[in-house]
């Protein structure tokens, strides 16, 4: 049972953390108002008969907000066989986890659309920066999510230089004219977004060789219809408040050289890089915690590596660019994904990538120091564990999952790399790096959890690297991968009427220095509270 839901399975207690039967909805969990009080007794017991009478009446006549029976279908958790046919149970993940946005007023929540204002003319939109689209083309089909960093580089077409260099080229059409919402709102009223919106500040502007230029620089058309000062580059710090509102925005920009209007159309590439800090300066990422149990698709998977029974180096799964100073790619819950790596060798280079125990781009990847395998070094996964649920807790062990990786175990089974001089070619080396994760929902079918089950990392090695060009000095390219593949569980349905909770709760200490079983306590609990309530009428 994930952190934060509540058990409804007859004979566990409702944090019992195997329960299969279990809701997680906001009223459920705060179903029970009453709180557990403990007697403040000495060994001897309460000190005074008064102060017993009052805690059994405070408890005995706290009641629960709800106490109708549970009737619903549950989720039966069985024990799964691995592996799963992929064939067979792979299933279009769209259609089985649904992300919906929060479109009411206020804070915003991790994930929402982020709410930009264009101050002339006036029109609030969501899709004021673009994302990397299809083919590697800037687009503005998509917002920016609030809380999900991002850095890319996309390509715009520009047919006629006068008119990007007023729009998607213009410093101040996405700087001074543009202001970021500070809160979430579905108001239609403009003067009213106008008053709630923060303005762009520009932190430094430099020229494509990082030259600074002044803080007023700002994009033009010079005389011979040159656009001069284009956006080449943009990195956006969005501060945020603890509550969730936006404090600040802050940019740093890059120019690129000059775009002649003589050439007639052509593109050109630009650079974002947004990410969310908080007011003291750390990444919102990094502090956020999940309050939810279950995964969205899109929601970032949490991982670390386990010592002493305690996650350390938490962080979210991800893989390594081939290039060492290129940030971590992010897997997304739901999204599967391939991501290429590109590298030029000629014949001689790829022989001694081949062949050499030694090449910089090589690791060992097992336990065994003496194992003479080695893969490409941003094929391994350093992390150990992840997430079961969206919210797992660092400090509880339980709550997360071994990551299966069959080439750390002793008896690991690999190919030699071989190169075979006649062929110029390389057989044996690993060239795809590839991610199994395996997911189900459990709980309720009125509100069901995702959570996963299995994740598998695979290191394969069934293509050969081969040199085709006639001379041996050509550098050629060589593409390897990393692939995440997601496959969708079915698991049985069970219906279930649940018997209601008692409907009156007693300290645990009240039979001091007795106790009860938990099979006994609820009976008693009922017993002893209604004796209590009858007691009291006859009283009056």
Not at 44 to 47: K, R, Y
Not at 498 to 502: A, E, F, R, S
């Given at each position: 049972m994930p952190y934060g839901c509540r058990c409804v399975e007859k004979g566990r207690q409702e944090n019992d953390k195997l329960c299969e039967k279990f809701l997680c909805g906001e009223e459920d969990i705060e179903s029970n108002?009453?709180?557990n009080r403990e007697l403040h007794s000495t060994h001897?017991?309460?000190?005074r008969l008064d102060d017993l009478f009052g805690h059994l009446m405070d408890d005995a006549l706290c009641l629960r907000s709800n106490n109708s029976a549970?009737?619903?279908?549950?989720?039966s958790q069985a024990d799964y066989d691995f592996p799963i046919t992929v064939d067979?149970?792979?299933m279009d993940v769209r259609s089985e986890i649904v992300h919906?946005?929060?479109?009411?007023?206020g804070n915003y929540q991790y994930r929402d659309n982020l709410q930009f204002l264009y101050s002339n003319p006036i029109r609030s939109v969501y899709n004021a920066f673009p994302k990397n689209g299809m083919n590697g083309f800037c687009s503005h089909s998509f917002g920016i999510e609030f809380g999900v960093d991002s850095d890319f580089s996309c390509v715009r077409n520009v047919n006629v230089v006068a008119d990007e260099c007023e729009r998607s080229l213009s410093i101040q059409h996405l700087i001074d004219n543009l202001n970021v919402m500070r809160r979430k709102t579905s108001s239609s009223s403009l003067p009213v977004l106008s008053s709630q919106a923060v303005s762009i500040?520009?932190?430094?502007i430099k020229d494509s060789a990082g030259n600074e230029l002044a803080l007023s620089t700002r994009t033009n058309l010079n005389e011979a219809g040159d656009c001069v000062n284009a956006l080449g580059g943009l990195s956006v710090d969005i501060i945020i408040e603890k509550s969730g509102a936006v404090s600040q925005v802050v940019v740093d920009i890059t120019t690129m050289e000059?775009?002649?209007?003589?050439?007639?159309?052509t593109s050109v590439q630009q650079n974002y890089e947004i990410e969310f800090k908080t007011v003291d300066g750390k990444r919102y990422v990094d502090t956020f915690h999940h309050t939810e149990p279950g995964y969205q698709l899109g929601d970032t998977i949490p991982s670390g590596v386990i010592m002493d029974r305690r996650i350390t180096s938490k962080s979210n799964l991800s893989s390594k660019y081939c290039f060492q100073e290129a940030k971590p790619f992010e897997f997304r819950f739901g999204e599967s994904t391939v991501i290429s790596c590109t590298l030029e060798f000629s014949s001689n280079e790829l022989q001694n990538f081949c062949s050499s125990s030694d090449n910089h781009l090589l690791v060992n990847p097992t336990a065994s120091e003496s194992s003479e395998l080695r893969v490409p070094f941003w094929t391994v996964q350093e992390d150990e564990v992840v997430g079961i649920f969206a919210n797992a807790d660092i400090s509880d062990p339980d709550q997360w999952l071994e990551i299966s990786k069959g080439y750390r175990n002793p008896g690991y089974a690999y190919k030699s790399r071989l190169w075979n001089p006649s062929q110029l070619s390389c057989n044996g080396m690993v060239t795809s790096s590839t991610y199994y994760i395996y997911y189900t929902k459990v709980g309720s079918i009125s509100s069901p959890v995702t959570k996963i089950l299995k994740v598998e990392h695979k290191l394969e090695d069934d293509v050969a690297l081969t040199h085709h060009s006639i001379d041996p000095d050509t550098k050629q390219k060589f593409i390897l991968q990393t692939k995440v593949s997601w496959i969708y569980v079915e698991s049985t349905k069970d219906f279930s009427t649940?018997?209601?909770?008692?409907l009156f709760s007693l300290p645990d200490d009240v039979f001091y220095p007795f106790s009860f079983s938990a099979g006994t306590k609820s009976s008693a609990n009922f017993i002893i509270s209604s004796t209590v309530i009858l007691l009291t009428l006859l009283a009056l």
């Open positions: 108002t009453c709180q001897e017991g309460p000190n549970v009737k619903d279908s549950f989720y067979s149970r792979t919906d946005i929060n479109e009411e007023d500040e520009a932190s430094s000059n775009i002649s209007s003589s050439n007639g159309p649940l018997p209601p909770p008692d």
